[in-house]
């Protein structure tokens, strides 16, 4: 068991192309694909972040794609 206190970390929320959300430790370089969305802070903060932004789980791609059989 690891001696690391994981709350001492500063995480980034990071969000990908299709608006799916993710945290980061902030240290470390944004994986290829995301981006941070400018919220920083404990892990439990920036999960708090996410559960309040991220209303809808499904990709980006597949809710275009239900509006426009909508539209139809």
Do not use: F
């Amino acid at each position: 068991m690891a001696s690391e206190d994981k709350e001492t970390h500063t995480y980034s929320v990071v969000v990908n192309q299709e608006e799916q959300y993710s945290i980061w430790l902030a240290e470390s370089p944004v994986p290829e694909g995301w981006s941070e969305v400018g919220k920083r802070g404990t892990k439990a903060e920036c999960l708090e972040h996410i559960a309040a932004v991220w209303t809808d789980m499904r990709p980006l791609s597949l809710r275009k794609w239900l509006r426009e059989r909508e539209a139809g």
